[in-house]
């Protein structure tokens, strides 16, 4: 019993780390990746790389997609991003 009120205890916090980024949340994210890519000129064999290289820098720093869209300023201002642009 005291296992269960634990679990129930704990549930809101881990559902809150779990990663909610759907198959349609991933491509939102690199479909405005890849937009704002072609605005700034970069080919898109360089921007595909760069856009999924940001997916996944968001997804690990960001792992609950509705959290992720409440600092969606950070994640775009963010320096490890810039590790992804092409060289």
């Known amino acids: ?3 269960y009120l634990l679990l ?3 549930l809101p916090f881990l559902t809150a780390c779990e990663n ?3 198959s349609d949340a991933r491509d939102m994210f690199v ?3 890849m937009s704002a890519a072609k605005k700034d000129n970069i ?3 360089k921007a ?3 856009c999924d290289c940001r997916l996944e820098k968001a997804m690990k720093k960001h792992p609950n997609f509705s959290e992720a869209m409440d600092h969606i300023q950070d ?3 963010d320096p490890a991003m810039r590790e ?3 060289k």
């Open 1 to 3: 019993m005291k296992r």
């Open 43 to 45: 080919p898109e064999d």
């Open 8 to 10: 129930l205890l704990l």
């Open 20 to 22: 909610t980024w759907d």
């Open 48 to 50: 595909k790389v760069m």
């Open 31 to 33: 479909q405005g990746c």
């Open 75 to 77: 994640i775009i201002q």
């Open 84 to 86: 992804c642009e092409p």
